[in-house]
């Protein structure tokens, strides 16, 4: 069997079917990871949720920042935005109770033991080992589908707090988690997240670092993938293996198998260049 992981997707469906067809992708046979945001700004969102979620349990996913403003959006915690026209063909779907009850019911980050490979969005605080990790991951998820989901729809929007205590209830815990977990880019010596932060590294603010390079990470030693921080590009570094490469942005969608070493493939986007 081999295991594949992607980058974010957002909406780019021809460039995930022709991804698949490099990779000759077998669902009866091999696995494929997605690292979050399947839907978005491009101009498939709906296509691709129908082809994911067609794949069964060849598929593994975890969700991301804009996964869960489009589920804010159906549960009307979200007020609809000019960006979120791309959006409009899910909400508006025949098929939209099935496919955002099987988005909704996604992790939000996923422990493979005998691959020794955790994947989340994007990113984990330095205050997290990953057993902490995991157990604030499965807060979230239990919170996400529970009868009262709609209450964290409409309380996980802000930058607030920024930083981790053991002692955190309520929304402002889970207010957290998932901006851990879905947001975070950069933070500070302290493990402060830096959320407004979405350039490059070059551009970083005074005393910012990116999240895998923090002082002092708990977490240190894990292998981890993710995506979410398109303008940061592909890195492989101390075990963390980031998969954004901007593919609704006109860079490519990326894909590397986990199983095995390998060097990634990735597939030009088809959608005008914006960097």
């Known amino acids: 069997m081999t295991v594949w992981a992607v980058g ?29 945001d399947l839907v978005s700004r491009g101009p498939g969102s709906l296509e691709v949720l129908r082809r994911i979620e067609r794949l069964g349990d060849s598929a593994v996913v975890v969700l991301g920042n804009h996964d869960l403003h489009l589920l804010a959006l159906a549960h ?9 026209e791309p959006l409009l063909p899910v909400l508006e779907a025949p098929d939209r109770g099935r496919l ?3 988005l909704q019911s996604r ?37 996400l589908r529970s009868e009262h989901s709609g209450r ?9 707090p920024d930083l981790w205590r053991d002692d955190l209830t309520g929304d402002e815990r889970l207010r957290y988690i998932t901006n851990a977990l879905t947001r975070l880019r950069v933070c ?4 402060r997240l830096l959320l407004r932060f979405k350039g490059p590294l070059d551009r970083m603010p005074a005393g910012a670092m990116p999240w895998f390079r923090a002082p002092g990470r708990r977490w240190a030693g894990a292998r981890v993938v993710c995506g979410h921080w398109s303008a940061l590009g592909y890195v492989d570094e101390g075990g963390v293996l980031a998969l ?4 609704v942005w006109g860079g490519t969608l990326t894909a590397q198998r986990i199983d095995a070493p390998g060097t990634p493939i990735a597939v030009a986007s088809t959608l005008p260049t914006v960097f």
């Open 8 to 36: 974010d997707v957002q909406g780019c469906a021809a460039e995930l079917e022709t991804l698949l067809g490099r990779l000759a992708f077998d669902a009866a046979r091999d696995r494929v990871w997605f690292v979050g």
């Open 76 to 84: 009307g915690a979200a007020p609809l935005r000019p960006a979120d």
């Open 100 to 102: 955002l009850g099987w």
């Open 107 to 143: 992790p939000l980050l996923h422990h493979d033991a005998a691959l020794g490979v955790t994947m989340v969005h994007a990113g984990l605080p330095p205050q997290w080992d990953l057993a902490l990790a995991r157990d604030c991951a499965a807060e979230l998820e239990a919170a």
């Open 152 to 160: 964290l729809f409409a309380t996980m929007y802000g930058n607030e």
């Open 188 to 191: 500070d010596a302290r493990g």
């Open 244 to 247: 954004d490469t901007g593919c």
